[in-house]
């Protein structure tokens, strides 16, 4: 299979890969020590990028294996933002980022609605 092939989706500490024509999931990945926030991705030369809880990870795209960690010491533990200088376009980074403010809205929403 190829990448171009699948859907790459992040949250709750996890990344999954969807096939895009069939829904099915292939893989699944824990992102350990994360917590349950949002999961910023980026593919990119035959990689796939995720950030979240404060460290960043590379995995495999195909398996979801993780290649390596990086737990960015003494960043704190927010959110992570990931760009590279062939996906830093301004409209890129802007979507990405109201993306990110909704789905942080929306958590505070649900949290404060569960109370």
């Excluded at 890129?92 to 109201?98: G, N, R």
């Amino acid at each position: 299979m190829d990448i171009a092939e699948l859907l790459y989706l992040g949250t709750h500490g996890h990344v999954v890969a969807l096939n895009k024509a069939s829904g099915k999931t292939l893989w699944s990945t824990s992102l350990p020590s994360t917590g349950y926030g949002v999961v910023a991705i980026l593919v990119e030369d035959g990689r796939l990028y995720c950030a979240a809880g404060g460290r960043a990870f590379a995995l495999d795209p195909l398996t979801g294996e993780i290649l390596w960690t990086n737990d960015l010491p003494g960043l704190g533990n927010g959110f992570v933002y990931a760009t590279t200088a062939a996906s830093s376009s301004t409209e890129k980074v802007m979507t990405l980022l109201a993306a990110a403010a909704q789905a942080q809205a929306a958590a505070a929403s649900s949290s404060s609605a569960a109370h």
